[in-house]
Structure formats: structure tokens, C-alpha cells
């Protein structure tokens, strides 16, 4: 891992750590069995990494095609080792498929592909997961691996592209690798030269633009929209006339009662113009029959 930092000092302890490994069966199997009783060397990890969006937890195994994401990591059914030597590094990166992995003599550059980070200035883009109670504790950036073989960390995706560590640099090509075209995800390997199967894994991530609001369609109208907007507009109709039928229906009403009322006034009025008009023409009558009367001859003996 060559854009790993390490401190002053580390080249002494890797030294003493490669002379006693030499002792026994050899640099690369000697790191396993220093570990314990690791899988074979052709096996892959069966260690799991849930991958959720630092501030919306929602987002699961995504990352923003726009902007740096944060996420948070969060691993089980890791080796863990107490004081063991190392611990695994934890990398966002591109892996070739089937055999990538170191255990299976995949190397980086080649057959898996990891982000640089500054190791004067860390970005946050590659993390070191020690063992618990390791010698190299103290460099560890991601935690620890539990006991229980869990682990919790954040860590930063630059982006959907990036320059790996085997291009980055002045001697690099600057060759650059695009997650939009090939699959990306956290890569997990053993740290500090030590070549552990159990603990490597890959988990892929996805990349979509977060600023893209989803803007939602507009439901089509139907039968019922329609039927429920007629309706709507009758109750306002029947609202707005509703008053002013009241109104002329008590107007109507009152209209009606007087009416019988005014027919016997009429008839009232009427009896009483003939009443006076008979007894008119009785008076003139008489007054007739008595000029008559003596106006007649006397009748002669």
C-alpha cells in the first residue's frame, strides 16, 4: 500500500517484523499464520459492509455524482485479532472481479485500484482499521475491529472519478478511473504487508446526482376528479342561490296570505256601493209617486 503514511520509525519495525516472518515459513505465509487460524488462501472474506450517507441515513450504498460524499461504514464478520500485528485498510476503489484479491495474488495497479489520499494532508479517502491492542494502533484512523469482528468508520468518495495510487503522482500515467463506466465500491485488505483473506471484501456503490429533486407528475384527471369537481361547483351554486330563493319563497308565502284577505275587503266594499245605490233609487222612487199623487185631477162627483 504505497500511498498508505506511516511513521517515523515504521521502516525498523517492518524490518524486525519481515527478519522474524523469514524465520518461518516465508514473508507472505508467515503474515497469515500471524494472525491465527486465517482462511485459505484462495478463500474471499465473509465480512459485510452496510454503506449510509453521513447526515441522510436514507441514501443506502450511493454516492453523490456531484459533490465529495461522506459515508458512514459500518462492518461485521471481520477477523479480529487481539494485538495482532496490522488490521485491514479500508479503501474506495475499483476491483477486476474474480481473484483481485491479494490473497489470490492480485495486486494493486492491476488487478484492484484504490483513490490516493495526501498522506501529509488526509482527505479522509483511505482508512487504517487497526487491531485491537495492536502495536500500530496508534495510526489507526477507522476505529477498531471489535471483537466481535464490527467495526464503525466514515470515510469521503471524492467523486465517480478519480486517479488511483499506481497512476497518481509525477512518475504516474495520470490515468483516470470513472465509476459511471465501471463498477466502484470499498475495497477491504489487509494493512501493513499483511496478507489477510478473511478480512478482504468488496462491497460496490452506486453514484446519482443528490441535487436532482424529483419533481412529481401531475395525476391525470379522472371520472371521480371530474364527477367530485361538478359537485363542487353545484354546492357553490346551490349556496349562492339558496338566500335569495329563501327569500322570494317567504315573499311568495306572504303574498299568498293576504290574498283571501283583499277578496273579502272587495267583496266588503262592493256590498256596501250596492247597499247605498238600491237605497238611492228607493228614496227617488218615492219621491216620484208622491209628486204624482198630487199632481193627479180630482176626480169629478
Not at 478473511?198 to 419533481?215: Q, V, Y
Not at 256590498?271 to 209628486?291: M, S
Amino acid at each position: 500500500m504505497n500511498a498508505i503514511a506511516h511513521r517515523p520509525g515504521r521502516r525498523a519495525v517492518r524490518a524486525a517484523a519481515s527478519a522474524a516472518l523469514a524465520l518461518g515459513l516465508g514473508l507472505a505465509l508467515a503474515g497469515v499464520g500471524a494472525l491465527g487460524a486465517a482462511a485459505p488462501a484462495s478463500a474471499v472474506g465473509t465480512g459485510t459492509v452496510a454503506i449510509s450517507v453521513v447526515g441522510d441515513p436514507a441514501r443506502v450504498g450511493v454516492a453523490d455524482t456531484a459533490a465529495p460524499t461522506r459515508v458512514t461504514l459500518q462492518g461485521s464478520g471481520f477477523q479480529s485479532i487481539e494485538g495482532g500485528f496490522g488490521g485491514m485498510y479500508v479503501l474506495f476503489g475499483w476491483v477486476a472481479g474474480p481473484g483481485w484479491e491479494p490473497s489470490a495474488g492480485g495486486e494493486s495497479g492491476s488487478t484492484y485500484r484504490y483513490v490516493a489520499d495526501d498522506p501529509n494532508a488526509p482527505a479522509g479517502y483511505q482508512l487504517f482499521v487497526p487491531f485491537p491492542g495492536s502495536s500500530t494502533a496508534a495510526e489507526g484512523n477507522g476505529g477498531t475491529i471489535a471483537a466481535d469482528g464490527t467495526w464503525t468508520a466514515e470515510l469521503t468518495i471524492a467523486g465517480p472519478t478519480f486517479t488511483p495510487v499506481d497512476a497518481a503522482g509525477a512518475g504516474g500515467s495520470g490515468e483516470v478511473v470513472d465509476c459511471r463506466e465501471v463498477q466502484c465500491g470499498i475495497v477491504t485488505i489487509g494493512a501493513h504487508g499483511v496478507v489477510n483473506p478473511s478480512n478482504e471484501t468488496f462491497t460496490p456503490i452506486a453514484f446519482e446526482d443528490f441535487s436532482a429533486a424529483a419533481t412529481p407528475e401531475a395525476p391525470e384527471p379522472t371520472a371521480d376528479a371530474d364527477t367530485a369537481a361538478a359537485d363542487a361547483a353545484d354546492a357553490d351554486a346551490d349556496a349562492t342561490t339558496a338566500p335569495t330563493a329563501a327569500a322570494s319563497s317567504t315573499a311568495g308565502d306572504g303574498g299568498a296570505a293576504w290574498v283571501p284577505w283583499a277578496i273579502v275587503a272587495g267583496v266588503v266594499v262592493i256590498g256596501a256601493g250596492t247597499t247605498v245605490l238600491v237605497v238611492r233609487r228607493r228614496r227617488a222612487a218615492a219621491v216620484e209617486a208622491g209628486a204624482a199623487a198630487t199632481e193627479a185631477p180630482t176626480p169629478r162627483d
